[in-house]
């Protein structure tokens, strides 16, 4: 098999594998991008596996004039700055030891061992600067049938790191064929390692569920999460039934993590979000228990969260979208209350603001069409 694209033919990517392969190192491009090259799915990151040792590449990019960043040198890797675009550059490895979090690990001269260390067979693929992939561990038939498989034994890959079981069920949700379901061995490892990942920080659980979510359907990874036991561990109290109809009613619509967090977890407060997005959770939650019309949803929350409100709502519900919401949200969004504090000078204080809210929920309960004049006379 072999691999091609702009990531790989440029100049900087070909400037990397030339610097290590001219001084008689191995160097390939590896994961990843080799992955979604071959599937067809854009490249943003390009790692790098080598044969060199950290302290030799140093000393090559400092003798080629190029930045060398020691990012990670108990672990082999070190990130090299060609024209302003970053390549983390990494000794093959073998792990020594592992806690379920962190690996201890020892540099090699054998593909085969850093092949070996790596989580599934899909990942374990590396091309060279001609774009031909070499594949220790069977992925090309893997990728070919669009199957994640762990590499070696399942059960000891979670060990090594627990975080490999959001991964699994990530991984399948982005690039897995859904009529195939999850490979049955690694599946049955994550449900038996499943307490593992409370060992995990919040941190890194946020960021899985954020690209999980954000697959264009997850709801057939995340029921299997669900029958599992996994979910429970990571949104306590989940419920998957609304995510399912969610993915058919966004049709055409870009996926957002978050619109599809609301109709999924009541609990989130153990994630590590942002204050927008706690904030705009609670909005959608909020939502979701009320029957506000789409138009005044669009004002109250602007017309991208409104949109979302209306569409978790009618999966929550299993209700049909309402008529013309969408235009019914855009019109609300670009409505103005008509009203200023300025209109009301003899008044200040909580005085005030009591009135321009009375106010604004007559303009409300008028459809927007209360004018000033309605409003003030």
């Known amino acids: 098999m072999r691999v091609s694209g702009d990531w790989l033919e440029n100049a900087r990517t070909q400037t990397v594998l030339g610097l290590l392969t001219g001084a008689g190192h191995a160097a390939y491009a590896v994961g990843g991008c080799v992955r979604n090259a071959a599937l067809g799915e854009g490249v943003t990151d390009v790692d790098i596996a080598t044969s060199a040792r950290p302290e030799q590449v140093i000393a090559l990019a400092e003798a080629a004039g190029l930045r060398a ?9 070190v990130t090299l700055v060609v024209n302003g675009e970053g390549f983390e550059v990494t000794t093959f490895r073998r792990d020594v030891a592992t806690d379920g979090r962190h690996a ?31 594949d220790p561990l069977g992925g090309v038939d893997d990728l070919r049938a669009r199957r994640f498989r762990f590499v070696g034994d399942p059960a000891r890959r979670i060990a090594e790191d627990y975080l490999r079981i959001l991964r699994f069920f990530r991984f399948h949700a982005q690039y897995g064929d ?59 109290g989940a419920d998957p039934r609304a995510l399912g109809p969610l993915v058919h009613l966004e049709a055409g619509r870009a996926p957002h993590w978050l619109r599809r967090l609301a109709v999924l977890a009541p609990d989130t407060d153990h994630l590590r979000l942002t204050k927008s997005e706690a904030r705009d959770l609670t909005r959608l939650r909020d939502a979701i228990g009320q029957t506000t019309p789409p138009a005044v949803l669009g004002h109250d929350l602007g017309a991208d969260l409104g949109a979302d409100a209306v569409l978790a ?25 008509p009203i200023r504090a300025a209109d009301l000078p003899h008044l200040e204080g909580a005085a005030l603001g009591q009135r321009l809210r009375a106010l604004k929920a007559r303009w409300i309960a008028s459809d927007f069409t209360s004018t000033r004049d309605d409003l003030l006379g």
């Not at 960043?69 to 890797?77: A, F, N, R, Y």
């Not at 235009?327 to 609300?332: D, N, P, T």
Request: charged share 25%; net charge negative.
């Open 104 to 134: 201890e690990v020892a540099f090699s001269d054998r593909i085969e061992d850093d092949a070996a260390r790596r989580d599934f067979t899909m990942n374990a693929l590396y091309a060279d600067a001609s774009g031909h992939v070499l």
């Open 69 to 77: 960043v020691p990012t990670g040198l108990e672990h082999g890797t």
């Open 178 to 236: 859904p009529a195939q379901g999850l490979d049955a061995d690694g599946l049955a490892a994550c449900a038996a390692g499943a307490d593992g990942l409370a060992r995990l920080s919040a941190e890194r659980v946020t960021s899985e569920l954020r690209k999980l979510l954000a697959a264009r359907d997850p709801a057939p990874s995340v029921a299997a999460m669900h029958h599992a036991g996994v979910l429970a561990w990571v949104l306590p």
């Open 313 to 337: 709502r009618a999966a929550v519900l299993e209700s049909p979208l309402p008529r013309d919401w969408q235009a019914e949200i855009k019109r609300g969004a670009n409505a103005r209350f």
